[in-house]
């Protein structure tokens, strides 16, 4: 073990970093420090009462208060909105998940690399180690303490050396993938067109609400604009002072518009990215990289049933330049969109 695998350990075992719980290495480290100026700032508050200045004294109220906000605010976002997070999908997948990226490895061998930061792993310890975090057996604390060294210690090593572990083949999911014609429902007809239309896009992380309030926002604009500029109210009612302010009240849904494209903007960055790096293969439904599945099988991260085929086809569409002709790519979105709605709701 070299050096920094050996820092690495230390941080583990003394709980400042904690992956498994969604403490980042940073984070442990900006609490700790967020500690020592607490500590600092309590003592100068506490010896310059008498003797300082006001102002000495103020620094040191501010800087002690000031810090234990925020180091309260740092604790409880992870201890209690990541790790919760963490804690479902621990409960889902039982403890087989990655140890550093938390990446669910359900559908995958028993041993391997994970498909998302590429670390090696065994079932067997992710499970051990995710059961110490999320268990509430504590046998006593010096053999607490020694499972964990000895659990980060193999982690740690099959991390650096990824080729220590012999990937098994993944367990065989049986699908029936023979439907011959699919007719839509109804229900799915609707969805389908909603989807093709792009009202609602979870490729780009557009939700049923968002897409409406989107669509909403931009009829209403388009239609205010047409209203207040040709002239469909009477004239009269339009003239005189305050008219130049009403004519602009198309405005107000435009910038709506605006913001509903915005807000998935960091979504549509990472997607692209993610797309690239599993060769479009991704789940449509939630966006989970599924390219080290086989050609059917379900999600890991939304349990949805996908084809391989269906997910490239649509993320092709959305996120390489390419635009054929707005009939092709019409086509095509509903080929897949159509194909990826009948293999989700397919029986089993
Ligand atoms: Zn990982
Ligand atoms: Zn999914």
Request: aromatic share 14%; hydrophobic share 40%.
């Amino acid at each position: 073990m070299d050096k920094s695998a050996h820092d690495d350990l230390k941080l583990l075992v003394s709980r400042r970093w904690d992956p498994r719980v969604g403490m980042g290495k940073n984070q442990g480290r900006f609490e700790w420090a967020l500690g020592v100026v607490l500590v600092i700032g309590f003592f100068v508050a506490v010896f310059t009462r008498s003797s300082a200045t006001a102002w000495v004294q103020i620094f040191g109220i501010v800087l002690s208060y000031g810090t234990l906000f925020v180091l309260t605010l740092s604790w409880a976002y992870t201890r209690c909105f990541v790790k919760l997070r963490i804690e479902k999908r621990v409960n889902k997948h039982d403890g087989f998940l990655c140890v550093w990226c938390s990446y669910p490895f359900t559908g995958l061998g028993d041993d391997g690399h994970c498909p998302e930061c590429g670390a090696g792993y065994r079932k067997e310890l992710c499970q051990r180690l995710f059961g110490l975090a999320y268990r509430k057996y504590t046998p006593s604390p010096q053999e607490f303490g020694k499972r964990e060294s000895a659990a980060w210690r193999e982690a740690i090593e099959l991390r650096e050396h990824p080729e220590l572990v012999q990937p098994t083949p993944p367990p065989v999911i049986k699908i029936v993938v023979d439907a011959p014609v699919f007719s839509p429902s109804k229900e799915q007809r609707y969805e389908i067109d909603q989807l093709v239309l792009r009202r609602t896009d979870p490729r780009k992380g557009v939700g049923r609400m968002l897409g409406s309030i989107k669509y909403f926002c931009l009829v209403l604009a388009i239609s205010l604009f047409f209203i207040m500029n040709w002239g469909i109210i009477p004239a009269n009612r339009l003239n005189g002072p305050g008219v130049f302010k009403w004519m602009l009240v198309y405005i107000v849904p435009f910038v709506g518009f605006l913001i509903c494209w915005f807000i998935p903007i960091g979504i549509r960055k990472r997607t692209y990215a993610k797309a690239r790096k599993h060769n479009f293969i991704l789940c449509p439904w939630c966006r989970h990289g599924l390219s080290h599945l086989p050609e059917v099988g379900i999600c890991p991260g939304c349990g949805s049933k996908f084809s391989r085929w269906a997910c490239e086809q649509l993320y092709l569409n959305a996120y390489r330049g390419f635009r054929p002709s707005k009939d092709e790519l019409r086509e095509r979105e509903t080929e897949g969109w159509t194909e990826a709605v009948r293999i989700r709701d397919q029986e089993s």
